[in-house]
């Protein structure tokens, strides 16, 4: 299925929504809008976390191919309207304690002194250390509503002496950041190292981290990464674009790929959907279809493309399929690497 599909429909479920919405009382009486909404927010609400944020997704862009102006906007109050909103904070956070969880499991009882093949030079009391060190300093970041950067390095951390215990460490330290995060507004303007400088930029990006973090250690400790819900995975690769442009040790890498105007097409093979990333302008563009052709492109699970992107699987892993170019793919990967 192409993504034209999807994006045509979410447009047009979008477009009647808004008609509903907004029609006259004379036109329409208000309590057959008022079912009519209710009926379509229930069906919708039996949807899971990740293809109700997809969706989210789907409506925003439809709005945003619009013109500027009043008719934008309404459409940019469809998900809100149709509840697909309401939850997305809490979701993340459980989504982080999940994670999270499964990590301190994992590696409770583990030799601290394993190495990390996928962070080299760490150990795997170096890869606990820096998770539990992001909470830390997440929680500091909530907890004071900085408006401007704090670095990681001047939050206290109160990490133990002994590494062993610091998967208890971490596991405090995440209860503690998603206390802060659950209790507080999403829409709080805070200070964030991407592309959203509100409180909600931190539940999706600690997922992330918590997605990456946990393949680390199965890797250390031979085991290979567990699967990854596709549409989370998707949501992974998204907030990756989103966020990359402002990694200032990335930006300037991909500045100077001198690769303009070649592209690289990212396809889901479980899923269906793809990214294209365009290069250029000293930096990059990305959108969501598969049309067109590009300059290399590659294909596989939605979860193991995410990990692609964090370099956790190499790109000659027979896990992946290739085709055009395969040195464009080759330089991105090495000048966005994280």
């Not at 069906?43 to 013109?67: E, K, N, T, V, Y």
């Not at 330290?173 to 995060?181: G, P």
């Not at 279809?289 to 000659?316: F, I, K, Q, S």
Request: aromatic content about 6%.
């Amino acid at each position: 299925m192409s993504d034209a599909l999807p994006n045509t429909l979410a447009e047009a479920l979008a477009d009647l929504v808004t008609a509903v919405d907004t029609s006259d009382d004379a036109v329409l009486d208000p309590d057959t809008a008022t079912k009519w909404l209710e009926s379509t927010a229930s069906c919708l609400g039996g949807l899971s976390a990740a293809d109700r944020r997809a969706l989210d997704r789907l409506f925003r862009d439809a709005a945003l191919r619009q013109p500027a102006g009043p008719r934008r906007d309404e459409l940019l109050k469809v998900s809100e309207r149709l509840g697909l909103t309401d939850d997305a904070h809490a979701e993340y956070c459980d989504l982080v304690q999940s994670r999270v969880e499964s990590f301190v499991t994992l590696v409770r009882g583990a030799d601290p002194a394993i190495p990390v093949p996928t962070c080299p030079g760490w150990t795997l009391a170096d890869l606990v250390e820096h998770h539990g060190t992001t909470h830390r300093w997440i929680e500091h970041l909530v907890r004071t509503r900085a408006t401007e950067r704090v670095r990681s390095g001047d939050v206290p951390l109160g990490l133990p002496d002994d590494p062993a215990a610091y998967p208890d460490w971490l596991a405090a330290s995440a209860e503690a950041s998603l206390r802060a995060l659950r209790a507080a507004d999403p829409d709080t303007a805070l200070w964030s190292h991407g592309a959203d400088p509100h409180l909600r930029f931190f539940p999706r990006r600690l997922l992330f981290e918590a997605v990456v973090h946990l393949a680390d250690a199965e890797l250390a400790l031979g085991r290979a990464p567990g699967r990854v819900d596709p549409g989370t995975a998707a949501d992974g690769i998204e907030e990756f674009l989103d966020n990359l442009p402002y990694f200032s040790w990335v930006a300037e890498p991909v500045a100077q790929l001198g690769r303009d105007g070649e592209s690289l097409r990212l396809a889901a093979s479980d899923t269906g959907a793809a990214w294209t990333v365009t290069l250029g302008g000293g930096g990059f563009t990305w959108r969501r279809h598969a049309d067109g052709a590009a300059t290399a492109a590659v294909e596989a699970t939605a979860g193991e493309l995410l990990l692609l992107l964090y370099g956790r699987y190499a790109a000659h892993d027979p896990r992946f399929t290739h085709s055009g170019d395969r040195a464009a793919l080759d330089a991105w990967l090495r000048a966005t690497a994280l």
